[in-house]
């Protein structure tokens, strides 16, 4: 996904990469649950989609792409991995999850390497701000997802969950994009742009929603959550290779921090054994 965004902005405005992405993604998602017939119903469902999908899509997908105007695909790729410390954060602060001492280490470590990616580019105050949006992004996935835990898990599918919250993005997404960043030129666009918001939608969106609930469903939700660990390779072994980006050993060393971190935080002790009677 980094990658194509990265790819994107060198035609588009971060708003319409987000409105394509949800539109594409939104109509790939609708595709599956039509033939399931599990369209979401009622108002009250809706009210709350919408609401998930601005909060977990539209807003913190937007400020990814804004970021990624002044931050290579691989760094942000890096710094998004803090989704799982940020989430448990938020989670504790509503009463879901409890922050235990090993969990507190792994969400100081996770946000040690942030700030030891951030001290590399303090002599560029564009670049800081944008590592500091791409963390408040951060904060949008995890206030969604502990939304969608509270408020909207268990009340429709979650094929059909992922298809109303996107849609819901694209319906906000796009006419916001009309006014602040114009009617693009579709016919001026490069193939390469074009292909970029297609992929991004079709398989950075639609088919990863599919993929991850299927993931879910077969694995359960924290092992499904190991794919975090693999966000930052994919990003940064694709931005080196196709994008010709360099990473300094500031960015690595604060991506193995917030790595490491996130494996502490992700930790669950083991229940206690029942003792053996005598």
């Known amino acids: 996904s980094f990658l194509f965004i990265e790819i994107a902005l ?41 609401a998930l999908g601005v909060v977990n899509n539209a807003v913190p997908w937007t400020a ?17 991995a803090i989704v799982p410390t940020t989430t448990l954060l938020v989670a504790a602060g509503v009463g879901l999850e409890r922050l235990t001492p090993r969990r507190l280490a792994g969400l100081l470590l996770a946000m040690g390497g942030v700030a030891v990616i951030v001290g590399g580019d303090v002599e560029q105050p564009g670049r800081v701000v944008a590592v500091l949006v791409v963390v408040l992004a951060t904060l949008g996935y995890a206030t969604g997802a502990v939304f969608a835990k509270s408020q909207v898990s268990g009340l429709a599918p979650p094929a059909t969950i992922a298809t109303g919250q996107v849609l819901s993005a694209a319906a906000v997404t796009l006419p916001v994009a009309w006014l602040v960043e114009g009617a693009p030129d579709l016919r001026a666009l490069d193939a390469g742009t074009v292909a970029s918001v297609g992929l991004l939608g079709a398989f950075g969106t639609g088919l990863a929603f599919l993929l991850f609930y299927t993931l879910v469903a077969r694995v359960g939700a924290t092992n499904a959550t190991l794919t975090t660990y693999l966000i930052p390779i994919v990003a940064v072994i694709a931005g080196t290779w196709l994008l010709d980006e360099r990473l300094g050993l500031g960015a690595l060393a604060g991506g193995a921090l917030i790595l490491v971190g996130i494996a502490l935080a992700q930790q669950v002790a083991d229940p206690p054994r029942p003792r053996e009677r005598a």
Do not use: C, D, F, N
Request: aromatic letters at 6%.
């Open 64 to 80: 990814i792409a804004w970021a990624q105007q002044r931050l290579p695909s691989g760094l942000t790729g890096l710094l998004m």
């Open 10 to 50: 060198r035609e588009l405005g971060p708003l319409w990469i987000v409105a394509g992405r949800t539109v594409i993604g939104g109509l790939v998602l609708l595709s599956v649950v039509v033939v399931r017939g599990a369209l979401p119903r009622g108002r009250g469902l809706w009210l709350r989609l919408i």
